[in-house]
């Protein structure tokens, strides 16, 4: 059973910063493929905020956030991170961690080979951490 958990999330004012982790957990037989980060807003629907493919070393990001995000992977507690830097109030939202895992020896397509940031491609998700951004 594959489990995620985020930690991070908070009260911040514009301008300010905030660093998110997510601790996976679970199926030993599955390997990280690609994962990533995804917000909802109020009444609005979820959307990715940026993924990392782990045998390419690769990362994509919404454009309403480069230059301001960073995805990376926490080697020392097995933890994917995202630091998020000069927040804006509309950064506010529920920010999820989810894991897209193959099976350890099956075929994984390189970055680019469809829509890095479908949530529908994501079958693993956290619970999700509230982050706020006041002006």
């Known amino acids: 059973q594959v489990q995620l958990v985020e930690s991070g999330g908070g009260s911040v004012q514009t301008g300010g910063s905030l660093r998110l982790s997510c601790v996976d957990s679970g199926d030993s037989s599955l390997v990280k493929y690609r994962m990533g980060w995804f917000r909802q807003a109020p009444g609005r629907e979820r959307e990715g905020v940026a993924v990392?493919?782990?045998?390419?070393?690769?990362?994509f990001y919404a454009d309403s956030v480069k230059g301001r995000f960073t995805i990376t992977e926490d080697n020392s507690n097995n933890s994917l991170v995202l630091q998020m830097n000069s927040l804006k109030p509309e950064d506010t939202g529920i920010y999820y961690c989810?894991?897209?895992?193959?099976?350890?020896?099956?075929?994984?397509?390189?970055?680019?080979?469809?829509?890095?940031?479908?949530?529908?491609?994501?079958?693993?998700w956290g619970q999700g951490t509230q982050v706020t951004v006041s002006s």
């Open positions: 989810a894991a897209d895992l193959r099976i350890r020896g099956s075929y994984r397509p390189p970055p680019g080979s469809g829509p890095p940031l479908d949530p529908e491609f994501f079958p693993y």
């Open positions: 990392l493919f782990f045998d390419w070393d690769t990362t």
